[in-house]
Each structure stands twice: as structure tokens, then as C-alpha cells.
């Protein structure tokens, strides 16, 4: 198989797991209330369980997210960090995640770059530093730019979100490179020591760049617009909480989409594992 076929394989992967469809996440949802429902009063063996599948799955959602990306080890590590006892699996909020953990890469080390611009004492060398101080408050901002734009997500703007996000990654990226070039006529060693003080925070840059690069290349190859837009005559038209006994909760059950804690593939339905920022508040149960 050739490269460019399985980099694209990884970007359908990631692409197909944080890609979502608005049935499945009422479903999962539903089922997850279920679960935690008959667990009540069961002590806290019950509890031990459902806390350990949840950690399972934010590990599982963080190694799916950072499939795509150049630094494995890395993204799975500083996010893995970042996530905590929250146990997240939510791909808008690991990505958020990301891109914060990235920006406190590169502003934790200003004070660095500042000590090593006041102590050089090579005129070119200084003068780089300066100029690569710069360009680093420049990519700070355009991954803010990335940190916001992810917060204002939604499938209704997708194609642009996404595009913005790469045009401010790839800035971002081209800054810290820059940065780095503006050293390569200099005699110091400031140079490499800027390189030291930078490597995390441009290997997580990439990283951004690679995961919205896969949703991008997701969201083209499966014609998110279509796709979204299938099956509406067998779609609920109610807004709101609906209550359901258990005979038609039942129709609902998202058993069939799981083995264990993996995602059954077979059925042909998109993986989304957790609820978009803007469904958070809605109970609705949506049928496939």
C-alpha cells in the first residue's frame, strides 16, 4: 500500500470516529442513562465498574484522536495528562484540549526565551531571539484563533470552520519555523537552545494540524452533507425531553453498537463517543 494511501486510511479513521450522527448520540446517551440508572443502590463495586469503563474509553478516545497525528506518544501523553479524573471522550473537548495544551507549551517558555535574549551576547544572535519572540506571540495567536474556532463548532459551517483551522494551524506552524531559521547564520548556541525550549510545543502544533486535517479530509471524502441529511422520514420531529416507558425505550437500545467497549463497525454507523457541546442540554431519543 502506498503512503499517501495510508495516511489517508489514518485520516478516515480519526475522521469516522469524531464524525457523528444525531441518532447515535441520542441512542448512546439514552443507554448510558440506562446503565447508570440500574446501578443506583448497587454499592460501590457498581461504581468502581462504570468509573473504570470510563477511563477505558477516554484512553481509547485519545488514542483514536492522535491516530492521524506525527507524535503519538506525545499527544497521547500531554492529553492523557490534560484529561485527568474527567475521563472525557468528548473529540471537541479533547481537541479544545490540545490546542490549550499547546499554547501553555510555547507561553511557558517566554521567561526562557527572554532570560536567553538578555544573556547572548552575539549581535545576530540576539537580534533572532528578539525576532523569534515575536514570531512566537504570533503563533500564539493564531492557535487561539484554532482554540476558539473549535468552541464555535458546529455542522452547519463545518467546511469553513474547518478550513480556518487549518489556514491558523498552518500559520501557527510556519511561525515557529521561522523562528527557528532566523538563527542559521548565527555562531551561538541560541539557536539550539530556542529549538530545545520549542520542540513540544511545535510537535503538538503539528499534531493539531494532522487531527483537523483528517476531520477535514472525513468530512469531504463522506459527504458529511449528505450523509447527515439520509433517513429523515424515520426521524422524531418532537423538541424537548420525551419520556418513553420501557417497551419503547427498548427500540432505542444501543446495544447493538457496542461489543464490550468497542464500536461495532459492522453496522455502518459513524462512531461519535460522547455528546456535542450543543446537544448537552437535550434529552431527546432520536431513532435511527
Same mark, same amino acid.
Given at each position: 500500500?502506498?503512503?499517501?494511501? &495510508?495516511?489517508?486510511?489514518? #485520516?478516515?479513521? /480519526? *475522521?469516522? +470516529?469524531?464524525?457523528? =450522527?444525531?441518532? @447515535? ?114 503563533? &500564539?495567536?493564531?492557535?487561539? #484563533?484554532?482554540? /476558539? *474556532?473549535? +468552541?464555535?463548532?458546529? =455542522?452547519?459551517? @463545518? ?130
Amino acid at each position: 500500500m502506498s503512503e499517501r494511501n &495510508v495516511d489517508k486510511g489514518k #485520516r478516515i479513521i /480519526i *475522521g469516522v +470516529s469524531t464524525l457523528f =450522527l444525531v441518532a @447515535v448520540v441520542g441512542a448512546i446517551v439514552f443507554g448510558f442513562n440506562l446503565i447508570e440508572s440500574s446501578s443506583n443502590g448497587n454499592g460501590d463495586k457498581e461504581n468502581v465498574n462504570n468509573k473504570n469503563q470510563h477511563v477505558a474509553a477516554s484512553v481509547k478516545a485519545v488514542q483514536t484522536l492522535c491516530l492521524p497525528t506525527n507524535y503519538k506518544e506525545e499527544c497521547e501523553k500531554n492529553l492523557m495528562t490534560g484529561v485527568g479524573d474527567s475521563t472525557t471522550t468528548d473529540p471537541y473537548e479533547l481537541i479544545k484540549l490540545a490546542f490549550n495544551i499547546t499554547i501553555e507549551k510555547i507561553t511557558d517558555k517566554f521567561e526562557e526565551m527572554n532570560i536567553l535574549h538578555d544573556i547572548e551576547k552575539e549581535p545576530r544572535a540576539k537580534m533572532a531571539l528578539e525576532t523569534c519572540k515575536q514570531l512566537m506571540d504570533l503563533s &500564539v495567536s493564531e492557535l487561539e #484563533r484554532s482554540f /476558539i *474556532g473549535m +468552541s464555535e463548532f458546529n =455542522l452547519m459551517s @463545518v467546511d469553513k470552520i474547518l478550513m480556518n483551522l487549518k489556514v491558523w494551524l498552518s500559520g501557527a506552524l510556519t511561525y515557529q519555523d521561522t523562528c527557528l531559521d532566523e538563527f542559521e547564520n548565527t555562531t551561538s548556541d541560541a539557536g539550539k537552545k530556542m529549538q530545545d525550549l520549542l520542540t513540544t510545543g511545535m510537535h503538538m502544533t503539528s499534531n493539531g494540524l494532522s487531527i483537523i486535517t483528517a476531520l477535514s479530509d472525513t468530512f469531504t471524502d463522506f459527504n458529511a452533507t449528505k450523509l447527515l441529511g439520509r433517513h429523515k422520514s424515520k426521524r422524531v420531529n418532537w423538541n424537548g425531553i420525551l419520556n418513553l416507558n420501557s417497551k419503547a425505550a427498548r427500540l432505542f437500545s444501543p446495544s447493538k453498537f457496542f461489543h464490550g467497549l468497542d464500536w461495532v463497525r459492522a453496522t455502518g454507523v459513524p462512531c461519535f463517543p460522547s455528546v456535542p457541546p450543543h446537544y448537552r442540554h437535550k434529552q431527546t431519543i432520536l431513532p435511527w
